[in-house]
């Protein structure tokens, strides 16, 4: 069977739902957490950074990246095994990103907090993508904030119907299913249909 799989992530750790589509059925094949971090810290390496001497500063926030991009490697290797050992094909991976971020350096991120926010929330986001890459996945990134615009085009169907057929997914794997798992499978869709 062909899936796709769908990350909402959060400072640290991202929900990953899985989504098979076979005539017109979607299904759910897999939803879980995965961590992205191992040190408590590592979950705002900007926040970490902040107010220490530069090179530090610079060292613990590439530390900080470095853990995110070698986690979200080994989620996405052992996610594409998962899916290898159900006899499925993983036919892509779509993430949720945000707006791009300028291209700032950790200096410039650090000497305005708001950068630092934005820039902890792309750090995961774009962990994830890379992996997704690496691992020669076909990858979709989806503006979260045009989330239900795009997938309706894509998908060339009412908004309100998309919603519909998502939000009843829930009914057959029970809880948790918010709108993390929502938007996640949402995601999926779409990569099943890139």
Not at 153 to 177: E, H
Request: hydrophobic share 45%; charged share 30%.
């Amino acid at each position: 069977m062909k899936v796709a799989f769908g990350f909402k992530t959060h400072s640290g750790w991202a929900v990953l739902v899985v989504l098979s589509e076979e005539r017109d059925e979607l299904a759910v094949v897999e939803r879980r957490r995965i961590e992205l971090v191992e040190e408590t810290w590592a979950k705002q390496p900007y926040h970490a950074a902040e107010g220490i001497e530069r090179e530090a500063a610079q060292d613990l926030v590439r530390r900080g990246i470095d853990m995110g991009e070698r986690l979200a490697l080994s989620e996405m290797k052992a996610a594409i095994k998962r899916e290898r050992d159900r006899s499925n094909e993983v036919t892509g991976c779509a993430v949720l990103v945000g707006a791009p971020m300028p291209d700032w350096n950790t200096e410039q991120i650090l000497a305005v907090h708001f950068r630092m926010h934005k820039a902890e929330g792309a750090l995961f986001q774009n962990a994830l993508v890379r992996a997704a890459e690496r691992c020669k996945l076909k990858t979709v990134p989806v503006l979260e904030k045009e989330l239900l615009q795009q997938a309706s085009s894509r998908l060339g169907t009412r908004t309100d119907l998309v919603v519909k057929k998502i939000a009843g997914l829930g009914k057959s794997v029970g809880a948790p299913w918010g709108k993390d798992q929502k938007d996640a499978a949402l995601a999926a869709l779409m990569a099943l249909h890139a």
